[in-house]
């Protein structure tokens, strides 16, 4: 149905949108105020929405493609005076002053979007930069070449515990979503391609649930604070000291997972599955958060989560039976190491049965023992000795140069089998606080010939801390061991770990 020329006013578009009219593009509804309306399947192409107010309104299947948001005489004065542009820059959240000159000023005036409606809506090419969408819903929306630089994605209420902006199934080929303020944003079976600009953090989340990136995966320290990750396979990931705090990790599949110093603060594990999982450092983890999530024997808990007052409250599922098991019964008080999953390459000290005692020493207890910066004060010669008493190793192998290993072992017992071991171990004769690959021997060949030992697992011992870089070398020599068809684990012991270690035995 057409009427002729466009309406004048918000008022006459929405008798003309009641009465049945559809094609409004290139409107002009300046300031208007259209919160709640009914709008949904509206052709508003290239309309001009500056400062309008679209919040909790229903878009839903409308057309907004190509809506421009207008600069001001006085912010287009702003962006060419120099001096009052860099003021706006040193007051704005942005890092960079390109970032913010790309956002530009526009925003300020940006459209009211809060709570919309705007499932399938078309809002190709359209300029959302600092837009207010929080608590909008775009399931299914196209943003094709859309610019959504420093948009507000947040939840409606502001609060952590609720999802922010939904983008399933969102078209976002070619879209810029950068510098955003948002958390817990639904990007599951988004498409986008090669030049599609995304935040880290969504771009990570994206790979995660639409590639499959989980199965296996590491994501070592990832700061994964708040994303959205409901119904995501990371089996057998590796998240350990992964930053998750107050993420959405609903009916995620965590099977065989390690999250060993991971940070879950008001992070969401409901119906998660945790089978095998290793959640035994795991820190904050809030027992209102584990609602019907799935485990089994080899499931491990921090010790500051009492599991069997949580079960009276909640269902603890064990996928053995698919019952509700008391974890008070006999099966579960029997079970004094759970066993961790073997398709993991990284161990840690607590993993190893044969270094057992050390589960009962926390980092606490020992921090005396240490350097205000985690530095143990102890020679090479008195850590390999150490080691030797505890795995009741009977040869005491001398230092030399161009030695394989610092110490070698077959009485190692991981997962309830005796595995070959190698170490590495440095003591207070490497002065440094941080244990780099130029430590290692000329171009880390120290580490090279670790792995020329006949062994399985190699752990790498300093009384400092020790350098993701030296970290990343060691674990590219597991995989490629593995990419070999050999079995391969390795093992980081830090200064902190070292005093746990030894402490546990009484050789501290």
């Not at 771009?203 to 409901?230: C, M, P, T, Y």
């Not at 020679?379 to 001398?398: D, M, R, W």
């Not at 071991?421 to 780099?436: D, R, S, V």
Request: one cysteine or more.
């Amino acid at each position: 149905m057409t009427f002729g020329n466009l309406p004048k006013s918000a008022n006459e578009f929405i008798e003309r949108y009641s009465a049945g009219e559809r094609n409004f593009s290139k409107i002009k509804l300046i300031g208007a105020n259209l919160s709640g309306k009914m709008l949904s399947g509206a052709i508003l192409r290239a309309a001009d929405l500056q400062d309008v107010d679209l919040s909790k309104a229903d878009l839903s299947g409308a057309n907004l493609s190509g809506i421009p948001l207008k600069l001001t005489q006085e912010e287009a004065d702003d962006l060419g005076d120099p001096s009052r542009a860099k003021q706006e820059f040193k007051e704005s959240d942005f890092q960079s002053e390109d970032d913010w000159l790309e956002c530009g000023l526009a925003g300020r005036s940006g459209s009211n979007l809060s709570k919309a409606n705007l499932r399938q809506t078309n809002l190709s090419g359209a300029d959302l930069r600092k837009a207010n969408l929080s608590g909008a819903d775009l399931t299914g929306a196209n943003l094709t070449n859309a610019k959504l630089t420093g948009a507000d994605l947040r939840p409606f209420s502001g609060d952590y515990d609720k999802k922010g902006t939904a983008l399933r199934n969102v078209n976002l080929n070619g879209a810029v979503i950068r510098k955003i303020r948002g958390w817990g944003i639904d990007i599951s079976h988004a498409q986008i391609n090669e030049i599609t600009q995304l935040d880290n953090d969504l771009s990570l989340v994206h790979q995660i649930i639409n590639k499959g990136l989980g199965v296996s995966g590491s994501f070592v320290r990832a700061d994964l604070r708040r994303v959205n990750l409901e119904g995501a396979n990371l089996s057998n990931a590796d998240l350990t000291d992964a930053n998750l705090m107050s993420a959405f990790l609903e009916g995620a599949n965590l099977r065989g997972a390690d999250l060993s110093g991971a940070e879950l603060n008001h992070a969401n594990l409901s119906n998660a599955d945790l089978v095998g999982a290793n959640l035994r450092t795991a820190k904050n983890l809030k027992p209102e958060k584990l609602k019907g999530i799935k485990f089994d024997e080899k499931t491990r808990f921090p010790k500051y989560i009492d599991i069997s007052q949580l079960n009276k409250s909640s269902p603890y599922t064990s996928t053995e039976s698919n019952k509700t098991i008391p974890l008070t019964s006999s099966k579960f008080a029997e079970i004094k190491h759970p066993l961790l999953p073997i398709s993991k390459i990284r161990l840690h000290i607590d993993d190893i049965d044969s270094f057992a005692k050390v589960r009962d020493i926390s980092c606490d207890s020992i921090s005396h023992l240490l350097k205000p910066n985690g530095y143990l004060d102890i020679s090479e010669e008195k850590i390999q000795i150490g080691l030797e008493k505890i795995l009741n190793e009977p040869f005491h192998k001398k230092d030399w140069g161009g030695e394989y290993n610092d110490l070698y072992t077959s009485n190692l017992v991981f997962n309830g089998t005796r595995i070959s071991t190698a170490f590495l171990l440095k003591g207070n004769g490497l002065k440094p606080i941080c244990m780099e690959i130029k430590h290692c021997g000329k171009n880390g060949d120290q580490i090279r010939r670790l792995f020329e030992s006949p062994a399985e697992l190699f752990i790498i011992q300093f009384v400092g801390n020790i350098s993701e870089a030296v970290v990343k070398e060691v674990e590219e020599k597991v995989e490629l061991r593995k990419y070999k068809g050999k079995q391969a684990y390795y093992c980081i012991l830090n200064g902190q770990d070292t005093a746990r270690l030894l402490c546990a035995y009484g050789l501290l």
